[in-house]
């Protein structure tokens, strides 16, 4: 943590604890409700105030990233499209790296489209996140971990074979554990 994160605006020491069912998905913005099990916050000792430090939500969107591409069912819309934001990537700039156009990024991501991601797409869309998202280097040890399983996700993504008809309801909410 940099010493911003340790002292709060009125000068309070911060401490350290996790808060039970957190929700991560204003940290998404793509309609995608993630609820983490537990997720730190840093809680002023003076005012009580709680912040969430930039480290923890960086670590927070690996996991979710690493939870959806360690699935074995096929991307939903809802999923793909939060993968695809989460490495930062336009549908567009998505487009251009899988060789595509915008026009079937979109299609897959639009929950009312029939035309679901192709299980070749799905494959390569993992990969692509998860070689964006593995290369910063990681901070924290939490973020240390989330790249093992991003790594881990990877590969077990390439020798999965995504055919199966079950996709993630959009309108589920994830539950997810932070450490692995
Ligand atoms: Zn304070």
């Known amino acids: 943590m940099s010493k911003q994160d340790e002292i709060c605006r009125c000068g309070g020491e911060l401490e350290r604890v996790f808060l039970e069912g957190f929700d991560f998905s204003p940290y998404i913005k793509s309609?995608?409700?993630i609820r983490f099990e537990a997720f730190p916050v840093l809680r002023c000792q003076e005012c009580a105030g709680e912040t969430v430090a930039s480290v923890d939500i960086e670590t927070g969107l690996k996991v979710v990233a690493a939870t959806l591409i360690e699935s074995?069912?096929?991307l939903g819309p809802a999923?793909?499209?939060?993968?695809r934001r989460i490495a930062g990537l336009t549908q567009q700039a998505l487009a251009d790296r899988?060789?595509?156009s915008r026009e079937t990024v979109a299609n897959w991501e639009r929950t009312s489209s029939n035309k679901f991601i192709s299980p070749q797409y799905d494959y390569m869309l993992r990969g692509v996140v998860a070689t964006e998202l593995l290369g910063s280097e990681p901070r924290s040890e939490d973020e240390v971990q989330a790249h093992q399983r991003l790594q881990k996700a990877a590969l077990k993504?390439?020798?999965?074979a995504h055919t199966t008809e079950e996709f993630f309801a959009p309108e589920t909410t994830q539950i997810i554990k932070l450490a692995g």
């Open 31 to 33: 309609g995608f409700g």
């Open 98 to 100: 899988l060789g595509a």
């Open 79 to 83: 999923a793909a499209k939060t993968i």
């Open 72 to 74: 074995d069912d096929r």
């Open 157 to 160: 993504s390439s020798k999965a």
